[in-house]
């Protein structure tokens, strides 16, 4: 079965500093892989996603990942801090099962906050 | 385009009482539905998902259930609520890429207070 683990529950940057949130999964198919953002009593914005293709992915607000196989890993990195940045951050795996249905699986989030 | 209608937003509920939230999505056909529940400090925990009409699969053993009326209606529902059922729960869809699935749209989410 699939899993992802998110490493750290609460990460603390200050602004403009590099962001790097990490995430590991585990799956015995190929993989998509996701970014989503949560901003309190909301609900969840994909940020990016992998499917195929360029292993670096880019997304909304700055943010990018990078899909390595060989660590199965897809960390989510920005150069540049911003205050509004502080949010939950979630990865997410689901796999490439044909003619199934599915289901997306998460890791437990991150909590981002971001020092002035 | 695709939206997702989910309500109510906020939701107080005494213990032994019925549950009904109800999520729908316009401008997509046939999606896959899911039901997540995130309680306070904790990630998102899958309670069901759905691939059609009447096909509704289970993830885990509680007090809840689901239904999907029609192609794009999902219904969380209890008969009767316990302590342990508050959260935040959150209703999105996914549609299928040569048969696969991408990436989850969600609903604004209902906060279920069960006092």
């Known amino acids: 079965a699939q899993s992802v683990t998110q490493l750290g529950s609460h990460v603390s940057v200050s602004e403009g500093a590099l962001v790097l949130l990490r995430c590991n999964y585990s799956s015995s198919v190929p993989p998509y892989l996701f970014w989503y953002v949560q901003y309190p009593n909301q609900g969840l914005q994909l940020l990016l996603k992998?499917?195929?293709?360029?292993?670096l992915v880019k997304g909304i607000n700055g943010f990018e990942a990078e899909f390595k196989k060989s660590e199965t890993s897809f960390h989510l990195t920005k150069p540049s801090a911003h205050m509004s940045d502080a949010a939950e951050y979630f990865c997410?795996?689901?796999?490439?099962?044909?003619?199934?249905?599915?289901?997306?699986?998460f890791g437990q989030g991150t909590e981002l906050s971001v020092k002035p | 385009s695709q939206t997702i209608h989910q309500w109510p937003a906020t939701l107080v509920q005494p213990v032994g009482s019925p549950l009904s939230l109800e999520c729908t999505v316009e401008?997509?056909?046939?999606?896959?539905l899911y039901w997540y529940r995130q309680a306070a400090g904790r990630g998102l925990q899958l309670l069901f998902y759905s691939v059609g009409i009447g096909q509704i699969s289970s993830e885990v053993p509680q007090n809840l259930s689901a239904s999907r009326p029609q192609d794009r209606q999902f219904i969380l529902s209890s008969k009767k609520l316990l302590l342990s059922d508050s959260g935040f729960y959150l209703c999105?869809?996914?549609?299928?890429?040569?048969?696969?699935?991408?990436?989850?749209?969600f609903g604004q989410g209902t906060r279920l207070t069960v006092v």
């Open positions: 997410a795996v689901t796999l490439k099962i044909y003619n199934q249905g599915g289901k997306l699986i």
């Open positions: 999105a869809w996914s549609v299928r890429h040569r048969g696969a699935n991408t990436e989850a749209f």
């Open positions: 992998y499917t195929t293709g360029a292993t």
């Open positions: 401008g997509t056909s046939n999606p896959n």
